[in-house]
């Protein structure tokens, strides 16, 4: 359960010419549920791009 998507021109060369077939490339994102208390903080200071609130918090 993810998405493909297709690279013209990037794949494997041809033996009967100087061309490339297409590479496709599947991304899939799995998300952690457990999670620890410093992993959830730099996963929110990322959301946050990187940005820290008021005084630095």
Same mark, same amino acid.
């Given at each position: 359960?993810?998405?493909?998507?297709?690279?013209?021109?990037?794949?494997?060369?041809? =033996?009967?010419? &100087?061309? /490339?077939?297409?590479?496709?490339? %599947?991304?899939?994102?799995?998300?952690?549920?457990?999670?620890?208390?410093?992993?959830?903080? =730099?996963?929110? &200071?990322? /959301?946050?791009?990187?940005?820290? %609130?008021?005084?630095?918090?």
């Amino acid at each position: 359960n993810g998405t493909d998507f297709k690279l013209s021109g990037h794949g494997v060369p041809s =033996l009967r010419s &100087e061309s /490339r077939g297409p590479h496709i490339v %599947g991304i899939v994102v799995d998300t952690p549920t457990k999670l620890t208390k410093k992993q959830k903080e =730099l996963l929110e &200071e990322f /959301r946050n791009g990187g940005k820290k %609130g008021l005084f630095g918090v």
